[in-house]
């Protein structure tokens, strides 16, 4: 059985949670940071149809705030980001296949349930909305 590992944008999608933590001055990434990382990976593709970067840094700053001070050490993942990754790369594993993507990590992460709901209001879409928009991305990859 082959490992499961991190694509090129998968691995973008981790460092651009974290950066946004970096950004708004949070020590902990959150669901909303991953699924955050990986939509501005997404749109940074060119990918249509997804709340745009702008907006989605307005939503991580609306749900998750932001902090006054710097933040002068590493971030570090919160258990319900590492949850939610987890759940993902068990389910890439139980599919046969070998890589997470930032769509994977993107779709894993609004099915795993971790994500406050008020972050789907503050990017202007329903987590069902947002669910069908990237399972017709998924099913155009492949």
């Known amino acids: 059985m082959s490992?499961?590992?991190?694509a090129p944008d998968g691995e973008r999608t981790l460092r651009e949670?974290?950066?946004?933590c970096y950004q708004t001055?949070?020590?902990?990434?959150?669901?909303?940071?991953?699924?955050?990382?990986?939509?501005?990976?997404?749109n940074a593709a060119g990918v249509e149809g997804l709340p745009q970067t702008s907006?989605?840094?307005?939503?991580?700053?609306a749900v998750q705030g932001q902090g006054a001070a710097?933040?002068?050490?590493?971030?570090?993942?919160?258990?319900?980001?590492?949850?939610?990754?987890?759940?993902i790369a068990g389910a890439?594993?139980?599919?046969?296949?070998?890589?997470?993507?930032?769509i994977i990590l993107a779709a894993g992460t609004v099915a795993s349930g971790e994500v406050n709901p008020m972050f789907y209001s503050a990017l202007?879409?329903?987590r069902e909305g947002l669910r069908a928009a990237l399972a017709a991305l998924e099913a155009r990859d492949h």
């Not at 490992?3 to 991190?6: D, I, N, R, S």
């Not at 949670?17 to 946004?20: E, K, T």
């Not at 890439?92 to 930032?102: D, P, Y």
């Open 3 to 6: 490992e499961v590992q991190l």
């Open 17 to 20: 949670a974290q950066n946004l």
């Open 25 to 42: 001055n949070v020590a902990i990434v959150a669901p909303e940071h991953l699924l955050a990382g990986a939509l501005t990976v997404l």
């Open 55 to 61: 907006v989605v840094n307005t939503a991580i700053v």
């Open 70 to 87: 710097p933040i002068s050490e590493n971030v570090m993942f919160g258990s319900a980001a590492r949850e939610a990754i987890n759940g």
């Open 92 to 102: 890439v594993r139980e599919s046969g296949g070998t890589h997470i993507t930032a």
């Open 124 to 126: 202007g879409t329903t």
